[in-house]
T-cell receptor, first 118, second 115 residues
Framework: AQTVTQSQPEMSVQEAETVTLSCTYD???????LFWYKQPPSRQMILVIR??????QNATENRFSVNFQKAAKSFSLKISDSQLGDTAMYFC???????????????FGTGTLLAVQP | DAGVIQSPRHEVTEMGQEVTLRCKPI?????LFWYRQTMMRGLELLIY????????DSGMPEDRFSAKMPNASFSTLKIQPSEPRDSAVYFC?????????????FGPGTRLTVL
């Protein structure tokens, strides 16, 4: 069974600084998808960034980028120029691929609580 | 466009009572998911539907839990009888099949407290 591990329960960063959140996963599959979701105090789950395993290029979305190391099964999230609004719980998630598509079943890590300090 | 709508936002009930959580997915989405979030177990997928048909209910904890999707715009998650250990935040999410990984859009969640 696939598992997702986030080894940092809590992290703190100063505003405008850069922070990296770690995520490792375990799978025997070659085709899959990885995600980072953000859950602010409002409780709303928001997709931050997505990576397809078959793509070697790391995904980027404005201040958010990933370091995808397929051989190491590592998928870290880098937040540049941290802002107060980035304060949230961040979840790494895995979705297995299926016949060129996806299973649509998300498996979540336990989350990292990020606090951005003014 | 309205996002995924869940009701109620908060529910407090007593042990043994029936609880019904409701979800309206985003129009045009053909997948609907129910998740449960607790401190102990994190976010777990309970069940998901495709075109109103349950595809995988392996995450449903026990027979006290049941989910239905009578049409494309409505789903319910029912707990009968409820127990204190069912206290959690329940999320509904929906997505549209695009042939690849599809973003799941989450509702605001229902915080359930069973006394």
């Amino acid at each position: 069974a696939q598992t997702v591990t986030q080894s940092q329960p809590e992290m703190s960063v100063q505003e405008a600084e850069t922070v990296t959140l770690s995520c490792t996963y375990d799978t025997s599959e070659n085709n899959y998808y990885l995600f980072w979701y953000k859950q602010p105090p409002s409780r709303q789950m928001i997709l931050v960034i997505r990576q397809e395993a078959y793509k070697q290029q790391n995904a980027t979305e404005n201040r958010f980028s990933v370091n995808f190391q397929k051989a190491a099964k590592s998928f870290s999230l880098k937040i540049s120029d941290s802002q107060l609004g980035d304060t949230a719980m961040y979840f790494c998630a895995f979705m297995e691929g299926l016949n060129g598509g996806a299973t649509n079943k998300l498996i979540f890590g336990t989350g990292t609580l990020l606090a951005v300090q003014p | 466009d309205a996002g995924v709508i869940q009701s109620p936002r908060h529910e407090v009930t007593e042990m043994g009572q029936e609880v019904t959580l409701r979800c309206k997915p985003i129009s045009g989405h053909d997948y609907l998911f129910w998740y449960r979030q607790t401190m102990m177990r994190g976010l777990e997928l309970l069940i998901y539907f495709n075109n109103n048909v349950p595809i995988d209910d392996s995450g449903m904890p026990e027979d006290r839990f049941s989910a239905k999707m009578p049409n494309a715009s409505f789903s319910t998650l029912k707990i009968q009888p409820s127990e204190p250990r069912d206290s959690a935040v329940y999320f509904c999410a929906s997505s549209r099949w695009l042939g690849r990984s599809n973003e799941q859009f989450f509702g605001p969640g229902t915080r359930l407290t069973v006394l």
